[in-house]
T-cell receptor
């Protein structure tokens, strides 16, 4: 299965600032997924990132708040913009590989103060 | 839209005993995949087991097995000979080819 390196593992940020989270995969993948996990809750899909095209956002998530880049088949970034305390969550990236299912990065624990 | 429901927010089991976690889902698709993921406090999502809907045989992975009832849209996870390291949040998930849809999770406690 794929191995994903996700950075940073955690951060504490001031409200109104932005944080960019990076995911590097050890093999080429078509789709990468970004999830948010609010405290004590399940994972919610933010968007699907395809290389060479705009990310597809789920209902309730917008590009201005969560811009995503996908410059090649092994890398993606998610930016959390103009942060508020409500953005405090774990953010995870994921990829799908045929016959292996879905692999996740180790997550980024974001605290906004 | 597909939904996944885990009706047990918390479960506990004695070490070495067996526990079953429940999951039901709703879909109109005929071809899909079902998964159980484990999330320990480290927050890493770890794949426990997966089941292809077209396979009638229930998946097994060492001490972990599923009871897949396609007609009932049920997908339960059985953990045998529970170990302290099994303590974690367990998520049931569904996919019909791209995105994963997760249930609310079941927090499993293993008592020594």
């Amino acid at each position: 299965s794929a191995v994903i390196s996700q950075k940073p593992s955690r951060d504490i940020c001031q409200r109104g600032t932005s944080l960019t989270i990076q995911c590097q995969v050890d093999s080429q993948v078509t789709m990468m997924f970004w999830y948010r996990q609010q405290p004590g809750q399940s994972l919610t899909l933010i968007a699907t990132a395809n290389q060479g095209s705009e990310a597809t956002y789920e209902s309730g998530f917008v590009i201005d708040k969560f811009p995503i880049s996908r410059p090649n088949l092994t890398f993606s970034t998610l930016t959390v913009s103009n942060m508020s305390p409500e953005d405090s969550s774990i953010y995870l990236c994921s990829v799908a590989k045929v016959n292996y299912g879905y692999t996740f990065g180790s997550g980024t624990r974001l605290t906004v103060v | 839209a597909q939904t996944v429901t885990q009706s047990q927010p918390e479960m506990s089991v004695q070490e070495a005993e067996t526990v079953t976690l429940s999951c039901t889902y709703d879909t109109s698709e005929s071809d899909y995949y079902l998964f159980w993921y484990k999330q320990p406090p480290s927050r890493q999502m770890i794949l426990v087991i997966r089941q292809e809907a077209y396979k009638q045989q229930n998946a097994t992975e060492n001490r972990f097995s599923v009871n897949f009832q396609k007609a009932a849209k049920s997908f339960s996870l059985k953990i045998s000979d529970s170990q302290l390291g099994d303590a974690a949040m367990y998520f049931c998930a569904y996919s019909s080819g791209s995105r994963l849809t997760f249930g609310e999770g079941t927090q499993l406690t293993v008592n020594p």
